[in-house]
């Protein structure tokens, strides 16, 4: 399994600003991903961070809105830009460990922000 | 789309009795399956998978069972206790991809004692 250590645990933010996200594993991983769950909703994937490369976006999210950084193997961030109420969400990273396709998917304790 | 599906919100259990929870799927390239639990305001904790070479897997307390004609697999937990009361979670993914997954809206469990 792997350690995930997400910063910070929770926030308050104001409407318009924005907030990064830190997301540290305790040992090196390739796939590192970011999901949102929002109130009562299930757990979305917003993007797929890869070492070296840019971050690969799925539908309905933007690297404008949602910037993520990927400087190693152990560390990535993602930054909730220009913030609205909608933004509330807890947001989680996970890892996939193991070299081979089929390995378990460890979620971080999440980042709970709620936008005023 | 929903491409994963879980059709009961909610599911009461009495302590020591089987709870089992349903999901479906509709994409036929799915083939990596995951059970996570959830607290409220937590990340969610993996649980059990299932590959589709398999139909089922047991680990603890915990089986995951794997239809693929049907298209559903689902988890059962014997004897269920209080510590169990949670949101649980089916996750699919494709091998081939990404290995993102797709995770369904999440049935909340209820041991009563």
């Known amino acids: 399994s792997a350690v995930i250590s997400q910063k910070p645990s929770r926030d308050i933010c104001q409407r318009g600003t924005s907030l990064t996200i830190q997301c540290q594993v305790d040992s090196q991983v390739t796939m590192m991903f970011w999901y949102r769950q929002q109130p009562g909703q299930s757990l979305t994937l917003i993007a797929t961070?890869?070492?070296?490369?840019?971050?690969?976006?799925e539908s309905g999210f933007v690297i404008d809105k949602f910037p993520i950084s990927r400087p190693n193997l152990t560390f990535s961030t993602l930054t909730v830009s220009n913030m609205s109420p909608e933004d509330s969400s807890i947001y989680l990273c996970?890892?996939?460990?193991?070299?081979?396709?089929?390995?378990?998917?460890?979620f971080g304790e999440g980042s709970w922000l709620t936008v005023v | 789309d929903q491409q994963v599906k879980q059709n009961s919100p909610s599911l009461s259990v009495q302590e020591g009795r089987i709870s089992i929870l349903n999901c479906d799927y509709t994409n036929s390239m799915f083939d990596y399956f995951l059970w996570y639990k959830k607290y409220p305001a937590e990340g969610p904790t993996f649980l059990i998978s299932i590959s589709s070479i398999k139909d089922k897997n047991e680990d603890g307390r915990f089986t995951v069972f794997l239809n693929k004609s049907a298209k559903h697999l689902s988890l059962h937990i014997v004897p269920s206790q209080p510590g169990d009361s949670a949101v649980y979670f089916c996750a699919a993914s494709a091998l081939q991809g990404a290995q993102k997954l797709v995770f369904g809206q999440g049935t909340r469990l209820t041991i009563n004692p």
């Open positions: 996970s890892v996939r460990t193991g070299a081979h396709s089929g390995n378990t998917i460890y």
């Open positions: 961070a890869n070492q070296g490369s840019e971050a690969t976006y």
